[in-house]
């Protein structure tokens, strides 16, 4: 598929250190550990190109990876970790907002979330983000193969309700790298907002 020839680009822990901000990109983001990594490396079918985090508090990046010349994925920073200081999340939250308000290439954003403990504050506040410039936005129920199928569902259509309120349009899928669930809906979904040619 496309997103196989998904290649490093650039890491940048600044926004003026980013790619130039041409074409579209779409961003992915959620809270440490809801498996953002392993979504981004499921759906271009390589082993590691996002790499697993297990430090907290890293040095935070943006990850730009390119699809083709004009457009990219972006791996951003992953947030919620309890214990991390004070001036490292305000430092987070002004790089986040930075990017995901003043982006332009921005055409999508990929909202990861454990399917057992969705929406939570942190969620809600990345949500609320998007609303200002209206952005369409996909919801990911990560770990879907934690749950049987029906409680899966049932998680989903909560969540699609409890989302209504929102600004612009927000799909909402289950999702499993592991049991390579909901892959096809995601790749769809990003070549429309990357205007993928078919
Ligand atoms: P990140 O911190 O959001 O990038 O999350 P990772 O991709 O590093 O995953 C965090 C943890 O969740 C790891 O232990 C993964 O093995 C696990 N994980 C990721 N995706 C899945 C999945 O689809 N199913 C299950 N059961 N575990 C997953």
Same mark, same amino acid.
């Given at each position: 598929?496309?997103?196989? /020839? =998904?290649?490093?680009?650039?890491?940048?822990?600044?926004? @003026?250190?980013?790619?130039?901000?041409?074409?579209?990109?779409? $961003?992915?983001?959620?809270?440490?550990?809801? %498996?953002?990594?392993?979504?981004?490396?499921?759906?271009?079918?390589? /082993?590691?190109? $996002?790499?697993?985090?297990?430090?907290? /508090?890293?040095?935070?990046?943006?990850?730009?990876?390119?699809?083709?010349?004009?457009?990219?994925?972006?791996?951003?920073? &992953?947030?919620?970790?309890?214990?991390?200081?004070?001036?490292?999340? =305000?430092?987070?939250? &002004?790089?986040?907002?930075?990017?995901?308000?003043?982006?332009?290439?921005?055409? %999508?954003?990929?909202?990861?979330?454990?399917?057992?403990?969705?929406?939570?504050?942190? @969620?809600?506040?990345?949500?609320?983000? /998007?609303?200002?410039? &209206?952005?369409?936005?996909?919801?990911?129920?990560?770990?879907?193969?934690?749950?049987?199928?029906?409680?899966?569902?049932?998680?989903?259509?909560?969540?699609?309700?409890?989302?209504?309120?929102?600004? %612009?349009?927000?799909?909402?899928?289950?999702?499993?790298?592991?049991?390579?669930? %909901?892959?096809?809906?995601?790749?769809?979904?990003?070549?429309?907002?990357?205007?993928?040619?078919?």
């Amino acid at each position: 598929s496309f997103y196989q /020839g =998904a290649r490093f680009l650039t890491a940048a822990s600044q926004l @003026d250190q980013a790619p130039p901000d041409q074409g579209s990109e779409v $961003a992915f983001i959620g809270r440490s550990n809801a %498996g953002k990594s392993s979504a981004i490396n499921a759906i271009c079918h390589q /082993g590691s190109l $996002a790499r697993t985090s297990k430090t907290p /508090g890293r040095t935070q990046q943006l990850i730009f990876f390119a699809l083709d010349a004009e457009r990219r994925l972006v791996d951003l920073p &992953g947030y919620g970790y309890a214990r991390v200081a004070i001036d490292i999340k =305000a430092e987070w939250q &002004g790089l986040m907002s930075h990017y995901l308000e003043r982006r332009r290439a921005l055409t %999508g954003l990929v909202i990861l979330m454990d399917c057992r403990h969705p929406l939570t504050v942190f @969620d809600r506040e990345l949500l609320a983000w /998007g609303d200002r410039r &209206g952005l369409p936005r996909l919801l990911l129920l990560t770990k879907a193969d934690k749950l049987r199928r029906g409680p899966a569902a049932a998680v989903r259509s909560e969540v699609q309700k409890g989302v209504r309120d929102h600004a %612009g349009p927000i799909q909402v899928e289950l999702f499993s790298a592991h049991a390579r669930v %909901g892959i096809g809906p995601v790749q769809a979904w990003l070549d429309e907002r990357l205007g993928v040619p078919r």
